[in-house]
DNA sequence: AGGCGACTACAACGATCGTTGTATCTTCTG
DNA sequence: CAGAAGATACAACGATCGTTGTAGTCGCCT
C-alpha cells in the first residue's frame, strides 16, 4: 500500500541492496517473534535484531508503529497458510475428481496427515493464531474479522464444499450440513494433537501424532460414512 | 494451599477485618486480570486495584512477585474448575448407574450443555487457558505439567472411565481405546463452539451453541455408538 | 490501654520499551 | 561524478511497570 507508486519503471521491483528485500525481511521477523512472544512480549528491538534491520526502517516502512506492523504480518500469514491449505485440500480432495470408493480413507487420511504436517511447518504462524485468540479481547473486531475472512473461514467453506461434493456422490452422508461435517472433520484430526503438542511447540513423536490423526479419520467416517 | 495450616486455633480462619480476606480477594482478582490481559498485559497495580487493596498487601502475600502469583491462581483456578467439571460428569454419566440405551443420547447432551455452559460461567478461567497456551514457551514445563495435572488430564482420564464404563455394558464401542473416545467426545462438542466464540470473549446465541452442541452429540453417537 | 499484626498510602528506584529526530553512510541512477 | 533514496547508528524522550522501603492507620486480642 505505500511507497511503490503508480509509475515507476523497474526501480522498486529490484531489491535497493545486494541483500533481500528489506520489507519483507521485517515482515518474516515479525512473523516469528510476534508468534513466539505475543503482541506485548514483542519489542521492535528484537524484531530489528531479527531482521537485521534498525528499528527506524521499521518505523520507515510502517509509519503506524508497531500496531500496524502487527495487523500486517497477521493478514500476510493468514494468507499465506490458507493458499498453503487450500492447495493439500485440492489435491487431496479434489471435487474435480472424487475418489473411488475404498480409496477415500486413504485419501481424508493423506490430507489428514499434510495439515497436521503444516502444524509444524508453520509453526510461528499458529503461535500467532494463539496469542490472536489469547488476545481476542485486545483487538479490534474489524482486525479479528478481516483475518478471519482472510484465512479461516475460507478454508472452512472450501472444506465444506469438498464434504458437500463427497455427499453428492454418494461418498459420505452429510446429515444435511456439509459445513458441520467440516468443522467435525477438522476437529477429529486436529483437536487432540493441538493440544497435545501445545499447539506445535513442543512436537509429539511422528507415530504418536499418526496414530491420532488416523483415529480421527476413522471415527470420522464412522459418523460420515455414507456404508456406515 | 497457602493459610489453611494443620492446627492454628481460629486466627486465620476468620477474616481479619471486616472484609473478605484479602488474600481470596487478591486471587479472584488476579484470575480475572490475568485472564483478561494475559501475564505481560496484566499489571500488579490493576489486579491490586481489582481486589481493592494496596500493592504492598500482593507481595506481602506472595513474596515471589508476578511469577508467583500466576503460578497460584492457574493452579488454584484449573482444580476450581476441575471439580466443577468433575461434579458435572459425575451428575449425568455416573459409571455406578449407567443410563438405559434410550436415555443414553439424552445424558449425553445433558452433560455436554452443562460443560458448555460452563465455559462460560467460567470465562476468566478458560481466557486464562488461552494464554497459557499462547505462552507455553515462555512458562518453565514444570509449571505446565502441574497444571496439567491438577486440571486437565484428571478430567480427561475421568471422561474416559466413564467411556470405558459405558463401553464395558455395551451401551457404545469405544473401539479399543476409551480415551481416544472421550477425547473425540469432547473435540466434537466443544471445539467448534469454542472457535467461533472466541472461547467465549463472543457468545454465541444460545440456540446456536444449542445446536452445535446436539449435532457433536449426534456425531459421537454415530461414531461410537454400539447399534450404529 | 497497650501492643501486635495486617493493611495502606506514598515515594522512589531501575529497567524496559515505543517512538522520534538527526546526522551519517551506502548503493543505485542519471 | 552528483544526487537521491533507502538504511543505519545513536541519543533522547516519556511512559509504564515490577519491586522495595518507610511511615502511618485500623482493628483485634490479652
Given at each position: ?29 515479525a ?18 535484531a ?42 487431496y ?108 511447540v ?19 467416517l ?7
Amino acid at each position: 500500500m505505500t511507497g511503490m507508486g503508480s509509475e515507476d519503471k523497474t526501480r522498486t521491483a529490484q531489491p535497493r541492496r545486494g541483500r533481500v528485500d528489506k520489507a519483507t525481511a521485517i515482515v518474516q521477523a515479525a512473523c516469528e517473534v510476534f508468534g513466539r512472544d505475543g503482541y506485548s512480549r514483542a519489542s521492535i528491538d528484537t524484531i530489528a535484531a531479527e531482521a537485521r534491520a534498525s528499528t527506524r526502517t521499521i518505523y520507515n516502512h510502517f509509519p503506524g508503529g508497531k500496531e500496524e506492523l502487527f495487523r500486517s504480518i497477521v493478514q500476510w500469514s493468514a494468507e499465506r497458510v490458507r493458499d498453503e491449505q487450500l492447495a493439500q485440500l485440492r489435491r487431496y480432495l479434489d471435487p474435480e475428481r472424487p475418489p473411488h470408493p475404498d480409496d477415500l480413507e486413504r485419501d481424508l487420511l493423506a490430507l489428514a496427515r499434510a495439515w497436521v504436517v503444516l502444524i509444524t511447518d508453520f509453526r510461528y504462524h499458529f503461535s500467532l493464531v494463539r496469542h490472536i485468540y489469547a488476545e481476542a479481547g485486545h483487538i479490534p473486531a474489524e482486525v479479528l474479522d478481516a483475518w478471519q475472512e482472510a484465512g479461516p473461514r475460507v478454508v472452512g467453506r472450501e472444506v465444506a464444499s469438498a464434504m458437500a461434493a463427497l455427499g453428492d456422490r454418494g461418498l459420505i452422508d452429510v446429515h444435511g450440513s456439509p459445513a458441520q461435517a467440516a468443522a467435525h472433520f477438522m476437529a477429529l484430526i486436529s483437536t487432540e494433537i493441538t493440544q497435545r503438542s501445545y499447539w506445535g511447540v513442543r512436537p509429539l513423536p511422528p507415530e504418536e501424532a499418526d496414530r491420532l490423526t488416523s483415529a480421527g479419520v476413522r471415527a470420522f467416517l464412522r459418523a460420515y460414512g455414507s456404508a456406515g
